[in-house]
């Protein structure tokens, strides 16, 4: 009788080890299933993004409102996704949610994700075309710098986040010291520059549907000079014209307007001048040149220190050939610009940048994207020998917020994501 109680112990617990090795077992294989399954959805999701991509690279581009895939083969599984278009926080924004599922062996894993067209408002610093302008010391970048061409570093600047270039090479001068606090990285997919008529046509049609539009002045020097917060008066934008009339060139009265009675997008067909302090949202486009002939600043910030937290305030500057900082005398001891700035046909560049002593830094909260790299300053061994140093920082709300209107690229960028 104890060799039988003996026995029949043994065989319970080989039969209760056997039971547990098989449940491991299974435990292991669905917990491999799900992993791949995982894997498979990430797939869906990025073939999905990539679609949209290469729809809205097209021409003419697309932007479909909805779209599935299914039972699409990848290893051992397969995934599905679907696509819909829906209204986000900023109805500028063209946004998407793709819903893609992975399956293997029974096991699924479902990600849902919501992506948005990037802008050009998600780079500190963004170039086409290098030309020959240089980085050198006193340079300071605190946010994304990327390149489609060459970088040029002559000195010790200083990036304070990734810098990347499309090209496979960088110039660096020997005896130079530049600090990549995240460093950099080569030979990366060019973000192809947007069409100048594209964007131009569809600022315009804003500005003539809800906005404030500027048509075309008499005279070839003619120009509108717009003031924010004029006299004080916080949450307005104020206008005036300098045109021909006759044999002479005049000025127009004050146009004052309330920044949230229209939809925040500016268009003029002539270049203007801008200075003074925003209260609002606002995106300003010409079809000319921007002129910055004094600091431009939000009501919600602190002078030198950027956005204060909380601050509601939010500029885009749109010209179709340059954003100058002109050579005014309130120009010459410091400049300090709180936007975002987009130069179509050439640059963000300083007049007379190659004249007189230096002016002390160009400060600006935001960034600027431009076709081709345009000069601020001269230097030389000893440093800034006329214009400009660049203190260039990244406005950290543009990250998932972007003015009015504000021209947008081809790509897309992830802003939630949940699995189940």
Same mark, same amino acid.
């Given at each position: 009788?104890?060799?039988?109680? $003996?026995?029949?112990?043994?065989?319970?617990?080989?039969?209760?080890?056997?039971?547990?090795?098989?449940?491991?077992?299974?435990?292991?294989?669905?917990?491999?299933?799900?992993?791949?399954?995982?894997?498979?959805?990430?797939?869906? %999701?990025?073939?999905?993004?990539?679609?949209?991509?290469?729809?809205?690279?097209?021409?003419?581009?697309?932007?479909?409102?909805?779209?599935?895939?299914?039972?699409?083969?990848?290893?051992?599984?397969?995934?599905?996704?679907?696509?819909?278009?829906?209204?986000?926080?900023? +109805?500028?924004? =063209?946004?998407?949610? @793709?819903?893609?599922?992975?399956?293997?062996?029974?096991?699924?894993?479902?990600?849902?994700?919501? $992506?948005?067209?990037?802008?050009?408002?998600?780079?500190?610093?963004?170039?086409?075309?290098?030309?020959? $302008?240089?980085?050198?010391?006193?340079?300071?970048?605190?946010?994304?710098?990327?390149?489609?061409?060459?970088?040029?570093?002559?000195?010790?600047?200083?990036?304070?986040?990734?810098?990347?270039?499309?090209?496979?090479?960088?110039?660096?001068?020997?005896?130079?010291?530049?600090?990549?606090?995240?460093?950099?990285?080569?030979?990366?997919?060019?973000?192809?520059?947007?069409?100048?008529?594209?964007?131009?046509?569809?600022?315009?049609?804003?500005? %003539?549907?809800?906005?404030?539009?500027?048509?075309?002045?008499?005279?070839?020097?003619?120009?509108?000079?717009?003031?924010?917060?004029?006299?004080?008066?916080?949450?307005?934008?104020?206008?005036?014209?300098?045109?021909?009339?006759?044999?002479?060139?005049?000025?127009?009265?004050?146009?004052?307007?309330? @920044?949230?009675?229209?939809?925040?997008?500016?268009?003029?067909?002539?270049?203007?001048?801008?200075?003074?302090?925003?209260?609002?949202?606002?995106?300003?486009?010409?079809?000319?040149?921007?002129?910055?002939?004094?600091?431009?600043?939000?009501?919600?910030?602190?002078?030198?220190?950027?956005?204060?937290?909380?601050?509601?305030?939010?500029?885009?500057?749109?010209?179709?050939?340059? =954003?100058?900082?002109?050579?005014?005398?309130?120009?010459?001891?410091?400049?300090?610009?709180?936007?975002?700035?987009?130069?179509?046909?050439?640059?963000?560049?300083?007049?007379?940048?190659?004249?007189?002593? +230096?002016?002390?830094?160009?400060?600006?909260?935001?960034?600027?994207?431009?076709?081709?790299?345009?000069?601020?300053?001269?230097?030389?061994?000893?440093?800034?020998?006329?214009?400009?140093?660049?203190?260039?920082?990244?406005?950290?709300?543009?990250?998932?917020?972007?003015? *009015?209107?504000? *021209?947008?690229?081809?790509?897309?960028? %992830?802003?939630?994501?949940?699995?189940?």
């Amino acid at each position: 009788m104890a060799v039988l109680a $003996i026995v029949t112990a043994v065989l319970l617990v080989g039969a209760a080890l056997f039971i547990l090795g098989t449940a491991e077992s299974d435990l292991v294989e669905y917990t491999v299933d799900n992993a791949r399954a995982f894997y498979l959805a990430e797939a869906g %999701q990025e073939a999905a993004q990539g679609i949209l991509e290469e729809m809205a690279q097209a021409e003419p581009p697309s932007f479909p409102d909805s779209g599935t895939l299914e039972d699409q083969a990848l290893g051992d599984g397969t995934y599905d996704f679907t696509v819909t278009k829906i209204s986000g926080a900023y +109805p500028w924004l =063209i946004e998407y949610e @793709i819903v893609s599922t992975g399956e293997v062996d029974g096991v699924t894993s479902t990600i849902t994700s919501r $992506i948005r067209r990037e802008t050009f408002a998600q780079y500190l610093f963004f170039t086409s075309k290098a030309s020959d $302008i240089w980085f050198t010391t006193g340079d300071s970048l605190h946010g994304r710098v990327h390149s489609n061409d060459k970088l040029k570093i002559d000195g010790d600047p200083w990036f304070g986040s990734k810098v990347t270039s499309s090209s496979s090479n960088i110039t660096i001068t020997q005896g130079s010291n530049p600090v990549f606090e995240q460093g950099y990285e080569l030979g990366v997919d060019e973000v192809p520059f947007p069409s100048g008529d594209d964007i131009k046509s569809a600022m315009r049609a804003q500005a %003539q549907d809800g906005g404030l539009y500027g048509g075309e002045l008499n005279g070839r020097n003619a120009y509108y000079q717009v003031v924010l917060g004029r006299n004080g008066a916080t949450g307005t934008i104020s206008f005036r014209s300098y045109s021909r009339r006759g044999w002479r060139y005049r000025w127009s009265g004050w146009t004052d307007v309330d @920044i949230s009675t229209f939809n925040g997008v500016i268009w003029s067909e002539e270049p203007f001048t801008i200075e003074g302090v925003l209260d609002g949202e606002l995106t300003m486009g010409s079809d000319d040149d921007i002129w910055i002939t004094d600091d431009v600043l939000y009501e919600g910030s602190s002078p030198g220190h950027g956005p204060d937290e909380g601050c509601d305030d939010l500029l885009g500057l749109v010209a179709a050939k340059d =954003i100058i900082v002109a050579d005014t005398w309130a120009n010459r001891n410091d400049v300090e610009i709180h936007a975002h700035m987009l130069a179509l046909w050439k640059s963000l560049k300083v007049e007379d940048y190659n004249q007189g002593s +230096p002016r002390g830094d160009l400060t600006i909260w935001g960034g600027v994207a431009q076709y081709k790299r345009g000069p601020v300053g001269t230097f030389n061994k000893w440093g800034m020998s006329s214009g400009y140093n660049k203190d260039y920082h990244f406005d950290s709300r543009l990250s998932g917020w972007s003015p *009015p209107g504000y *021209p947008q690229t081809n790509r897309y960028i %992830q802003v939630s994501w949940t699995e189940s």
